[in-house]
């Protein structure tokens, strides 16, 4: 049983194959996949994680990452979301990392914002959009 304790927006999968979680669909399993939608999941996922010691890597959509069939054995760390998390204020947009880039797009368009339109059809979550490339 993991250290991490599921919650209501925490889903914890001991021994999970990484494949499903991946674009390329290779992966074997890790110690346990935490899957997180929000920020407040997110942080206290890693607050928890850190208390506890536990050796982590942290992934979006998972585009861009290729796992060992021999898998890993660190917990890994999921954060994506199905449900955009955008809010616009002003002309500002604030968005979380978990957000698919592709629903961002759409977002943008249909708000009438220019500058987003390249990346429809690119892979992944915001966040690792802006860390990955």
């Given at each position: 049983?993991p250290?991490?304790?599921?919650?209501?927006?925490?889903?914890?999968?001991?021994?999970?194959?990484?494949?499903p979680y991946?674009t390329?669909?290779?992966g074997?399993?890790?110690?346990?996949?935490?899957?997180c939608?929000?920020?407040?999941a997110?942080r206290?996922?890693?607050?928890?994680?850190?208390?506890?010691?536990?050796p982590f890597?942290?992934?979006?959509?998972?585009?861009?990452v290729?796992?060992?069939d021999?898998?890993?054995?660190?917990?890994?760390?999921?954060?994506?979301?199905?449900?955009?998390l955008?809010?616009?204020?002003?002309?500002d947009?604030?968005v979380?990392?978990?957000t698919?880039?592709?629903?961002?797009?759409?977002?943008?368009?249909e708000?009438?914002?220019?500058?987003?339109?390249?990346?429809?059809?690119?892979?992944?979550t915001?966040g690792?959009?802006?860390?990955g490339?």
């Amino acid at each position: 049983m993991p250290p991490m304790a599921p919650s209501a927006d925490v889903k914890v999968i001991p021994n999970a194959p990484l494949a499903p979680y991946t674009t390329f669909r290779l992966g074997g399993p890790c110690r346990y996949l935490i899957e997180c939608g929000t920020p407040d999941a997110l942080r206290n996922s890693i607050q928890q994680l850190a208390k506890e010691q536990t050796p982590f890597i942290l992934i979006g959509g998972g585009s861009n990452v290729v796992v060992s069939d021999f898998g890993l054995h660190s917990a890994v760390i999921r954060y994506a979301s199905a449900t955009p998390l955008i809010e616009r204020r002003g002309d500002d947009l604030w968005v979380s990392g978990s957000t698919d880039l592709d629903a961002l797009a759409i977002f943008c368009v249909e708000e009438g914002l220019q500058g987003m339109v390249y990346a429809s059809g690119i892979p992944g979550t915001v966040g690792g959009a802006v860390v990955g490339n």
